[in-house]
């Protein structure tokens, strides 16, 4: 089945260590997206890329950086993890104005 | 800019009882309107669209919602519910970036099924 894959589902980070979360797709979609979901609070869109083209959120931190190496995978880096980047991330993808299609989620704790 | 609020953050029925779910939104033009479902430790799953086509929409599980522009509402609704429709519901608004969507969330609803 078409989906999107987000690896690990779980991830445990130590402040200030950096790290990596992965998003994969076989959907083909040319839009794919991150967002950021802290506990019991709304999905909150940190950036998207268009094809190549990287948007960024006025209100995402600079800690926040992503890539997309090919239309299948993108990721997202954070720097210097602090303990309030602890949160549930939510990777989507959609083609154009379509429907959007969310990934698991990668659930990340900050020690 | 688009915006939603989700009245209610805590939503309590008993099995087979009228699931009432309720969303206002605020928009400038006239708006793309989701209900995604979400259940623990899990992604967003869409329950259905408002695209201006019919101001009823149905989606999948038995959900549906109204689109009442006089009221800026769009409130969810399953006539019965069941156990397995616990869960979060977040209503979202989009707001367009180009030639992708952005969905602006509200910040959700936790519906709690009593048997």
């Known amino acids: 089945d078409a989906m999107v894959i987000q690896n690990p589902r779980y991830q445990v980070t130590q402040f200030g260590k950096p790290v990596t979360l992965s998003c994969s797709q076989t959907l083909n979609h040319n839009v794919m997206y991150w967002y950021q979901q802290k506990s019991s609070q709304a999905p909150k869109l940190l950036f998207h890329?268009?094809?190549?083209?990287?948007?960024n959120e006025a209100d995402t931190p600079d800690n926040f950086q992503s890539r997309r190496p090919n239309t299948s995978f993108c990721f997202l880096d954070i720097r210097s993890p602090g303990l309030g980047d602890a949160a549930m991330y939510l990777c989507?993808?959609?083609?154009?104005?379509?429907?959007?299609?969310f990934g698991p989620g990668t659930r990340l704790t900050v020690l | 800019a688009q915006s939603v609020t989700q009245l209610g953050s805590h939503v309590s029925v008993s099995e087979g009882a009228l699931v009432l779910l309720r969303c206002n939104y605020s928009s400038s033009v006239p708006p793309y309107l989701f209900w995604y479902v979400q259940y623990p430790n899990q992604g967003l799953q869409l329950l259905l669209k408002?695209?201006?086509?019919?101001?009823l929409v149905k989606g999948i599980n038995g959900f549906e919602a109204e689109f009442k522009k006089s009221e800026t509402s769009f409130h969810l609704t399953k006539p019965s519910a069941h156990m397995s429709d616990a869960a979060e519901y977040f209503c979202?608004?989009?707001?367009?970036?180009?030639?992708?969507?952005?969905?602006?969330f509200g910040k959700g609803t936790k519906l709690t099924v009593n048997p």
């Open positions: 989507a993808t959609s083609r154009d104005m379509g429907k959007q299609f």
């Open positions: 979202a608004v989009s707001d367009r970036l180009g030639g992708s969507e952005k969905l602006v």
């Open positions: 890329y268009y094809d190549k083209d990287f948007n």
């Open positions: 408002y695209t201006s086509a019919a101001t």
